[in-house]
Nanobody
Framework: QVQLVESGGGLVQAGGSLRLSCAAS??????MGWFRQAPGKERDFVAT????????AYAESEKGRFTISRDNTKNTVYLQMNSLKPEDTARYYC?????????????????WGQGTQVTVSS
């Protein structure tokens, strides 16, 4: 059983930055992803990283603003979010894919964290 625990969310003004962390229990040499869900909306892909950290992918609206990274010695994945906008407000979820390669598809991830709330004020 894999457990994922997100942290680092909070309230920030537009233009500010936050760094989310996702700590995984046990070995987590799998692809990992970040998704987000705003109230009344579907869960959307944000970023994904392969098992080694050598390959990443981002949603188009996040390119250049968000950076996903991982530290396998700590079983932790990060999401650095810069130039935040009010439309980035959502609950952010970390997920593990039972595969070493990246994926932008939520249904391909088998373990999910409880999420961390990010609120960006205008």
């Amino acid at each position: 059983q894999v457990q994922l625990v997100e942290s680092g969310g909070g309230l920030v003004q537009a233009g500010g930055s936050l760094r989310l962390s996702c700590a995984a229990s046990g070995r987590a040499l799998s692809a990992m992803g970040w998704f987000r869900q705003a109230p009344g909306k579907e869960r959307d892909f944000v970023a994904t990283i392969n098992w080694s950290g050598g390959s990443t992918a981002y949603a188009e609206s996040e390119k250049g603003r968000f950076t996903i990274s991982r530290d396998n010695t700590k079983n932790t994945v990060y999401l650095q979010m810069n130039s935040l906008k009010p439309e980035d407000t959502a609950r952010y979820y970390c997920a593990r894919r039972k595969n070493i390669q990246t994926s932008t598809t939520a249904s391909e991830y088998d373990y999910w964290g409880q999420g961390t709330q990010v609120t960006v004020s205008s």
